[in-house]
């Protein structure tokens, strides 16, 4: 009887050391090393399991079968924290499939689901547990949850996002929590460079699109652009950048999925047309194995798709406005350039949000602008150049044919070495009513010609000169508003002419309120607006 005993006794030590171990290692946040040690507890419990089945009573095999689902749990535990979510569901499945009410499992799989941004089936689980936790005490924590996953379910049904009193408090604290959300846009097949967004309904400007959060960012202060560092501190960061993007995609079998949709640059035109129900937050199908991320392919689709927060077509709210950052953003991907764009994007912490930058019609396609349009059609043909394609945008077709006449080849030379600010805006002004141009088409050179109307506004002499025989400030931002969309620059001339003019009367003031709608989505209310709007009359201008 003894000897049958001591074999027993020896599993149980075992057993209890290694418990010891895990549950230490879990204490000490040392993840890998405590998902080794689960790993091997895990498989002695099923082994024990499996063969004493007929020998062992039943309290032993429930006592087994317990610390089994503690074991899968604590293991989910660990590969949340190191965000190896397809794995950590596994394991919370298992463990519910033990015990279906085990309360730590439960708020592990919400803390799994919020993650992976299921915000409903997040709220599902926490809900559960906050009923069972009531009856134990110490609920904090997970009303906490609840709160927070009652809020992003709700943003991410109706796409009602409310920035203002993170604004009014001069962004203070961490950036607020946001949920991914998909408005009315769908992925099509644009009319020569590949995929892109398009709207399915009319839309004001400033209405968000979409909010995505960050597969990965790489995000650090560089050194300035002419120290030596500068460079190998840009390559450290971009490496590590796509080490995350690998990682990630190696994790999860869903990123890794939504990653293989995106361009690698070769054949555009005959990639697939992504269903953009499978950006849903909530999408089925993420948690089969598929084929391993290979590093070649993901480095061509970061070299295509990567975004940097400081582009001229985004704004960076918060704290991150302190560094240089880059990051892969999925859906935010299909958004092709264009040099009359009508979006723009605002980055929140990890969040990108993407909101009209002017009036949209239904089936219209929806462009940020890669680098900056405010710029003639020479200069932006240089920057595309460097991104690797040819513009054929609208504004780039009608420039095309309209740039060769003199005037304006004059004017462009007069530009590049800032001769007489006040006297080519007249010119351009006489040459656009000479050739007859109407609506955007106007719009689309006096953008090209920005930085002639910009510093003739703000210079006290030219406009003292010129003031009389050129249109006023805000007609010009107007024209640009409507043939490129929302320019914080613009605005911020508005903003300075208004200042100067005493503040404006309610009309400007209104008129101001639209061009801000443009430029930073309709997310903040009209009290924080006006906040931003210092904060953009203290911006340097580019
Ligand atoms: C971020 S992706 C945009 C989505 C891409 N069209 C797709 O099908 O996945 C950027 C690539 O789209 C193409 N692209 C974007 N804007 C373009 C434009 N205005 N003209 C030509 N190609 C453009 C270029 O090939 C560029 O490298």
């Not at 203002?164 to 099509?188: C, H």
Request: with cysteine; proline share 2%; glycine share 8%.
């Amino acid at each position: 009887m003894e000897e049958e005993k001591q074999p027993q006794m020896l599993k149980e030590e075992v057993l209890q050391q290694l418990r010891s171990k895990a549950t230490e290692l879990l204490l000490r946040e040392e993840w890998k090393e405590s998902i080794q040690v689960y790993s091997h507890l895990i498989s002695l419990y099923q082994e024990y399991l499996v063969n004493t089945q007929e020998q062992a009573d039943s309290d032993q095999i429930t006592k087994l079968q317990k610390s089994l689902c503690l074991a899968y749990s604590n293991r989910a535990e660990a590969r949340l924290r190191l965000r190896d979510y397809t794995e950590a569901i596994v394991d919370c499945d298992q463990a519910l499939g033990i015990e279906n009410a085990h309360l730590k499992t439960i708020v592990c799989k919400g803390k799994i689901l919020l993650s992976l941004n299921q915000y409903s089936n997040a709220l599902h689980c926490f809900t559960l547990a906050f009923c069972d936790i009531q009856n134990i005490g110490n609920s904090e924590s997970i009303s906490g949850y609840l709160e927070v996953c009652k809020k992003l379910e709700f943003q991410s049904r109706t796409g009602v996002f409310d920035l203002s009193d993170w604004v009014l408090n001069g962004f203070r604290g961490k950036s607020p929590e946001l949920a991914e959300y998909i408005g009315s846009v769908q992925i099509k097949k644009s009319e020569d460079c590949g995929r892109g967004l398009f709207a399915t309904k009319n839309m004001e400007a400033g209405t968000v699109l979409l909010v995505t959060k960050a597969i990965a960012t790489g995000r650090g202060i560089l050194p300035e652009p002419d120290e030596d560092s500068s460079e190998t501190a840009r390559l450290v960061m971009w490496k590590d950048f796509v080490d995350k993007v690998f990682d990630a995609s190696t994790k999860c079998s869903k990123t890794h999925r939504l990653i293989s949709t995106l361009s690698s640059g070769a054949n555009e035109e005959s990639l697939e047309v992504s269903d953009i129900r499978l950006f849903r937050p909530e999408a089925e199908g993420g948690f089969f194995m598929m084929e391993k991320p290979e590093m070649d392919r993901i480095l061509n689709i970061l070299d295509v798709n990567s975004l940097t927060e400081d582009a001229i077509s985004a704004k960076v709210l918060g704290k991150n406005g302190d560094y240089y950052g880059v990051g892969l953003w999925i859906l935010a991907s299909f958004i092709n350039h264009s040099c009359s764009p009508n979006a723009r994007r605002l980055h929140i912490g990890d969040h990108v949000l993407v909101h009209t930058s002017g009036d949209v019609k239904a089936g219209e396609e929806i462009t940020f602008a890669y680098f900056d349009v405010l710029l003639p059609l020479k200069k932006r043909r240089e920057m595309c150049k460097t991104w690797g394609f040819h513009c054929n945008c609208k504004r780039c077709r009608f420039e095309e044919v309209f740039g060769c006449r003199e005037e304006l080849k004059e004017i462009e030379l007069a530009l590049e070495f800032g001769l007489d600010n006040g006297n080519m805006v007249f010119r351009l002004e006489e040459g656009m009513r000479k050739w007859m141009l109407k609506g955007k088409e106007k719009g689309y050179l006096r953008a090209s010609f920005w930085s002639l109307y910009s510093e003739s506004f703000r210079s006290e002499k030219v406009m003292r000169k010129w003031g009389r025989r050129i249109p006023s400030m805000d007609s010009i931002a107007e024209s640009i508003n409507q043939a490129v969309g929302g320019d914080e620059r613009v605005l911020k001339v508005v903003l300075e002419v208004l200042k100067k003019n005493g503040g404006g009367g309610i009309v400007e003031m209104e008129r101001a309120m639209k061009l801000g709608r443009g430029v930073y989505g309709k997310v903040v209310k009209k009290q924080a607006l006006r906040a931003l709007f210092e904060l953009c009359s203290h911006h340097q201008s580019h």
